[in-house]
C-alpha cells in the first residue's frame, strides 16, 4: 500500500523565548487493516501541538531558568500537557523537571561539550492500571551537531 499524509507547523523565537504549533497526520491516512478483536482502529488520527518557554536570567548571567509547557491533543481523547522547569548553567548542562497531566513525574538532565550532547531522563507514572507493573521509563539522548555553511550563518533558539 501507498498512502500520502501530511504534517505543518509555525515555530517563533527570540533571545529568551520560544513559542510553536503544530499538527500531524493532516489526512489522517490510515496505515493497516483494522483488527476484528481490537478495540482501537489503526487509522491515524490528527494530532496537535502547542508549546512554549521563556528563559530568565538569574545569577550573575551563568544560570537561567526556564519554565515551558507543552500541549498535546490528538482526536477524541483528552489533552495531556506537560509543565517544565529546567535550570541552565553556561549554556550547556541543565537539569529539570517535569508534571505530566496524566500523572507522570519526569526527572531530567544533560551537558554538551563542544558539538557532542548527553542527556537521561527518567518518568514515572503515579496512575492507571499499568502503574503496578511499570517501575518507570529511563531514556539516554545522544545528540551530535553538525557544523554547516547554514548553521554558521544562521542563530537557532538554541543558541541564544
Request: charged share 15%.
Amino acid at each position: 500500500k501507498t498512502f500520502g499524509d501530511a504534517s505543518s507547523g509555525v515555530y517563533l523565537y527570540g533571545k529568551s523565548f520560544c513559542a510553536g504549533f503544530s499538527v500531524s497526520n493532516m489526512f489522517q491516512s490510515t496505515f493497516n487493516d483494522p483488527i476484528s478483536s481490537s478495540p482501537y482502529s489503526n487509522s491515524e488520527l490528527r494530532n496537535y501541538y502547542g508549546s512554549g518557554a521563556y528563559r530568565f536570567r538569574i545569577l550573575n548571567n551563568d544560570w537561567k531558568i526556564e519554565p515551558s509547557f507543552l500541549i498535546r491533543k490528538t482526536q477524541y481523547q483528552r489533552s495531556i500537557t506537560d509543565l517544565t522547569t529546567r535550570v541552565l548553567y553556561l549554556e550547556n548542562s541543565w537539569a529539570g523537571i517535569s508534571y505530566r497531566t496524566n500523572k507522570t513525574a519526569v526527572f531530567s538532565f544533560g551537558f554538551g561539550v563542544n558539538n557532542m550532547y548527553i542527556s537521561y531522563s527518567y518518568d514515572h507514572s503515579f496512575a492507571g492500571r499499568i502503574m503496578q507493573y511499570n517501575y518507570g521509563t529511563h531514556e539516554i539522548g545522544i545528540t551530535f551537531r553538525i557544523p554547516s555553511v547554514i548553521s554558521e550563518t544562521h542563530i537557532g533558539f538554541s543558541e541564544y
